[in-house]
Structure formats: C-alpha cells, structure tokens
C-alpha cells in the first residue's frame, strides 16, 4: 500500500544524478499510477516551493493525462452541442494546469455567481436591461477583465484560473458571462471573429455585439470591420455569426496550445493536439 513517506521519498530521490535511480523513481510512480494521486496532490499544497510545486504537479499530470484524455472522449461521443456540455469541457482543459481539479466545485461557483443576481434578472422585464445587469456584475462588480501584460500565460485560457483571478483571454471572459447567461436564461452567444473573440446577444429584435476583453463594452460591425482591415484581415460576414459550442470549444484549446508551446512544454501541447482532433472529429 501506497504511503506519505514512500511518495516524499520518491519526489525526493528525483533529484539524485544518478539516471538508475531516477529511472527506478519513475517505474515505481507508473506503477503506483493514480493511487499515489491522492498523497502527491497532499505532499504538493503542503510544499512551500513553487517550483517543486509545478514539479509535484507535473508528475500528477503524467499519471492521470491518460484518464483524461478518455475522460474527453467519452464527452466528445456525447456531442458537445449546448452550453452545459462545453462548460464541462472547458473545465476539464481547465486539468491541464490543475490535474486534481473537481470539475464541479467550478460549476457550483458559477451557481453562486449566478443566484446573486438572479432576482434582479427575474424582475426585469426587457431583455435589453437584463443584458445590461449581467454585464454590469461581471465586468464592474466582479471585476473581471483582460490580462494586456501577461495575454499568452496559460492561466488566463484555464476558466479555473480566470475565475479565481477575474483576467483572462476574451473568449475566457466571454464564457464567464455565457455560463452564468445560461443559468439565467439569457441568451449570449460566442462568435468567432479572428484575432479577437466576441459575444452576441441576441434577441428576436436584436443582435448585440460585446468584448469581452474590454469591460464588456458593445460594439458595432463597423467597428469590427475596420480592426479586422487594420489587422490585415479581409472581412466577410461569416466572422460575426454565431458560432457553434464546438468551434468554441476547439479555440479554446488552440489558445492553450499556444500557451504552452511558447513556454515549451511539448508534452502537454502534443496531449492537446490529440483532443483537438477529438474535437474536430465530432464537431
């Protein structure tokens, strides 16, 4: 049976020059497999070090990236067709930097946001103020908004970490507030512009454009079209449709795989090439 002391033994005896013993570390750690997650998520949030944290939180990586990647599979099979699917699989990304993450302590927190404006929401009769109440909490109360000075770190394309630190990615931020619109009834949408992620809110009388990344301010299409030209994009209608939860989902992980490649980390931008395709396949 598996034990504390065996496991800080093992992380300890990684350190050691000599390539037999750490070859024997590593054998042993795949064949202890997911039992040891338990005691190095423990031996990990009592560490003091970030860097032996990151290194803890590697070796769980390694070991549970298999179910995981089944994990996804499986959802894939499901179809990912509505927005409760997609947030389930944005919070399993989300694993990719927090292995031992519950994906639905992450749900309930959405909950919590959602019910602390849930009256105001029921009492409002136009869908124009709703819309409005909604962003007003995200973006003002809440205090969510982008990350300019650290845009490529992989803890602003992890919901997980955009929940708890408010900044993120524009698609992040949007799919804050489609989340928390999907509990209330409400209906945001993404759309895909290149280059730069939009919501839309739409109405039988409407279509609402807003960035996310800047405060959840609304924008126009000629707004959109002039930054696509000086961006040296030539635009076309389809750019601001509606896009599917699974075109959604697939940006998603893209994002990621810039991330980690420009921090090297090629282990983890091969694992997300493979549920890439997953995605594509059935998207």
Known sequence: MTTKSEIESLIYLLDD?????????HSRLRELGEDAVPLLDEHKNETRGEQEKEFIN????????????????????????????????????????SPTLRIEEYSRKLDILSREISADIAYTPSLREKMQIILQYVFRELR?????????HPDNALLNRVIDRRKGLPIMLGLVVMFLGRRLNLPFYGVNMPIHFLLLYKTPSEGVLI???????????????????????EPRPDHLKQADESEILARCIRNLINSYSKQNQERKVKDLRQLLHLTELKG
Request: glycine letters at 10%; charged letters at 25%; aromatic letters at 12%.
């Open 58 to 97: 590697n070796i769980i990586y390694n070991i549970t990236i298999g179910s995981l990647i089944e994990e996804y599979a499986e959802l894939m099979e499901e179809g990912v067709h509505d927005a409760r699917n997609l947030e389930r699989a944005v919070l399993m990304l989300a694993k990719f930097g």
């Open 211 to 233: 960035d996310p990344f800047d405060g959840g301010t609304i924008v126009t299409y000629d707004q959109c079209y002039y930054f696509l030209k000086k961006n040296g994009v």
């Open 144 to 152: 969510f908004r982008g990350d300019s000075a650290n845009y490529h």
């Open 17 to 25: 020059p000599d390539p037999e013993v750490q070859s024997g570390v």
